[in-house]
């Protein structure tokens, strides 16, 4: 459904690796500060197309639609 | 299909017929502001279409006279051409969608198609009936009996706007909690990037969409309807989306929680025209999908609303002006 996104989490950039455990599936960059943290996510979802997440904690989670999704509904 | 021998056709009832019914298609095909049918190739598909069908409705009546009794299985030939013009105008349009940044969406497209083939039926019936009226009351009632089917049939394909059920105003846009995007006290989404942040505050337009009736409301639940608001907002004031910037895209999201029916659409456009953005929003068709949809729409439970002092409980227990109030129970 166009308007109905369908995300999955692709990857987490943090800047406290205690924060997120291991062995979830999803690829976990660490970084120092959060302009380090800002940048990265920047260009990841550039990259492959995936929408920033704060969680408010020091993580930030990236997305991306499910192959069968629609590429225009974003968050 | 007539061989020598036969009763002279009557030119009259099918030249009557074939004028009305191609008048008929003209004046239902849509306007290019929505940038459907294409110039010129969907125009001519379109009209070519429509002037086959009109032939087909003026020449029945003339031929059924002259006993030629197999004119009619032309009727069955035109069915399924028509029926698979329209499998292949959906087919075309869906395979559009992959190429759009913003899409049209499954219910809007399907609209569109089922739109391209009764309106050639249409022609064709307008046809029938003013050859018909020619060829039994003479050229003048004939031609007379052609117009009133023709504004009939205008009044048949003429369907509401969104613009009728739902008020379109200005909103503002913000950030709540550092990441929460709201238009006026509708949350729309969560923005993680900082850049983005900003660039949203600068350059974003948001607008409220508040139901009019409980019709309203159910327009706006409708997700192919969300959808089609999107794509024509997108198209009258453009959208600075490309691929790779998905939280750039435009969207429409209803007020939650505690719905009240409102819901709001944010846009980053490349011209920044809120009387146009509004004018879109106003004029974009309400889909046949969501036109025979009279269900109660979901009632906000006034108990849950009057325990919660925050101030968007507070207004959503006050309600928007022109809701109806329904002691209906969902």
Redesign the interface.
Known sequence: MADAPTPQIFCVVTTDATKVAPGGGATVLVAKDEDEQARIAMWISRTVNAATHDLHNGVWLLTVNAPEGGGSAGG | MSSGGTAPADWAALIVGLSAGLACRLATLDRDKRHYPGWPSGYVTQFTMGAIASLIGGTIVPALVAKEWTAATFLTLAATQFNSGRQTEMQVLQGE??M???????AYISGLASNFQSRNFLAMLVAVVAALGTHLFKLDLGVLIAIVALVASMWLTSGSTVGEHVRVRPGIVKFE???L?FVDDVM?????????RERMLEEGMGVVLEPRSPRGESILWN??Q??AI?HEAAAAVGVQ?D???????P??RMRMPYPDGTAALFILPVVPDMDRLRRAIEHTPVLESVRSQNWPVPHVRKSRIQRDDSPVGMKAANGPAGLVESTSKS
């Open positions: 969608e992959k759009t940044l913003v899409e049209r969406g499954p909690k550092g990441t995007l729309l989404m969560e923005v993680g990037l900082p850049h983005s997700l192919g969300r959808q999107t989306q691929v790779g910037y998905p939280e750039q895209s969207l429409v």
